[in-house]
């Protein structure tokens, strides 16, 4: 069995845009062989981004995602207080700064589970010891 992690943009886009994720990683996404996680963080940026107005959920609210989240077989990956604290050991880059997304990227290089996301931005942890599609 594979392990991978969803990214927020993911998340959204399977529910909201299936069409947006390319082919061969929906196929991935929907293999039965596949354990599919959503960070739990995922849900406090959406929640952030919603209630600041930066993000519409075309008539559902941040609340109902979880339970929305597991009616479609994902299951939430905690972040833990060992991550948090050893987050400080993920290298800056330049260009990437967002820290839910480099949170994100810690605990999948910390749990050996490979990251699903269109930001082109998270290869530049490949050599830290993403496993990124």
Known sequence: MNRYLIDTHILLWLIFDP???????????????NKIYVAN??????????????LGLEGLTPDELPKLAEQMGLDVLPIDQECMASFYKLPKTPTHKDPFDRIIIWACIRENITLISQDGKFGEYQSHGLKWL
């Open 19 to 33: 069409d947006k994720i390319n082919t061969a990683k929906l196929q991935l996404l929907k293999d039965p062989r």
């Open 41 to 54: 963080i995922t849900f406090w940026e959406i929640a952030l981004k919603y209630g600041l107005g930066k």
